[in-house]
C-alpha cells in the first residue's frame, strides 16, 4: 500500500492510500503514539501525555518512500512513522485479533459429533492446541481425549494454555462424593444444569473437567449452549429477557469459612448487545431482593427460564471415559449430571478454571508463532 498524498489540517494529518481511502490521523493520536517513545525491552508507552497541548500540531512534516517523519514543538528528534504501520492502524479501524474467533449457537443435535481434540497431539504441536482453542471459543465445548493415566495429566494439559483461577475450592479441586459435602457437586445426586460461580466478583471463564476415573454406574454428563437459550427467550419471550438482563439478582456461597456474594443479572450482556454470559445455577441463588412491585414478574420469567434449560433439544449427554477432559466456557456452556452410584465403582474428577483472557492471549501468542 502506497500513499499518494498527504495533507495538513489544522487538527489532523489526512493521507490517501494509492488515490483510493482518505484517512484522518489525528495529531494527537500520533504524538501519542510515536513507535520511538515506547521503552525499548517492554514496549510500554514512556510518553506523558500531560506534556503537550492537546491541539498540537506539527512543526514540519516529510514523506519518504518508506515512512512519514513528523517534526514537533518542544521535541529533539522527529517522529518517524513507517507506511506500513500507518496504514495497519488506521483510526476507526480495530486491531486484528487472533482471538477474535466467530461463534456457532447450537443445539444439542447440533452438536453431534463432539469438538475433540488430542491431549498428546495438543502437547506436541502448537497448531494443534490452536486449533483446540479455536473451537473452545467457537463452540463452548470441547472434549480433550488421549490423556495420560495420570492424576495430574488434566492439570499438566492447562499449564500449556494459562494460569489456573485460584478459588474458595482451591485452584485444584477434586469432584468425589465424599462424607459432610460442602457443594453439591461433592455428592452423588443428580445435578440440574447450571454455570459454575456466580457468587464471585469475577465468574470464573473456563472450566477444566478431567475424569481421571469412572467406572461407577450413571453419573453421565450433560450440556447445553445458554447461548442458544438466551436467542430463543428473546425472540419468544421478549419481556422475560428484558427482566433477567436489567435486574441484578444476588448469589451466594456459604459454609463455615466462606460467605461469598456478587449481585449480576442472569443474561449479561455485552456492549453491542450480544450476550455475553448467562449466569444461572439455582443452587446458589441468594433470597431475590428486587422490589415487590416487580418480584413477581421476575419470578415468572425465572421460572420459565429454568422450564426452558430443562427442554431436551438443548441438551447434550456424554458419558466421560477415564483418560478424557471436557473443557466448556463457564460464561456460555451449562453443565451438570446424572446421578451416580457410588458403591458401583471409582469416580474421580479433577477440575481447575482458566480464565478468557489466557486463553486469549495463548491463542495470540501461538498466532505468532511462538
Known sequence: MNITDVARGERSLTIEWDGQSRVEYPYIWLRDNDPNELHPDTKERVFDLTSVDIDIQPTSLQLSDSDVAIEWPQKAQASVY???WL??????????????VGRTVWLGKDLEPLPRASAQACRDSNAALAGMLADLKRFGLVIVDQLDDDIDAGIEFGNRIGYKR????????NVESKPDPNNLAYTSVHLPLHTDLPNQEHVPGYQFLHAYKNSATGGESIFADGYAVC?????EAPD?????????????????????RAHRPVIIERPDGEVDALVFNAHIADLPDMPADVMIEYYGAYQRLMQRIRREEYAVHYRLKAGEMAVFDNYRVMHGRAAFDPTSGERHYRGYYIDRVEVDSRLRVLDRGE
Do not use: C, M
Open 82 to 84: 513507517d507506511i506500513e
Open 87 to 100: 496504514f495497519e492502524h488506521q483510526p476507526g479501524v480495530v486491531r486484528q485479533d487472533p482471538a477474535a
Open 166 to 173: 485460584d478459588n474458595n475450592f482451591g485452584a485444584i479441586f
Open 231 to 235: 436467542r430463543d427467550v428473546k425472540a
Open 240 to 260: 422475560d429477557y428484558a427482566l433477567l438482563s436489567r435486574i441484578d439478582v444476588p448469589w451466594r456461597f456459604h459454609d463455615e469459612t466462606h460467605d461469598i
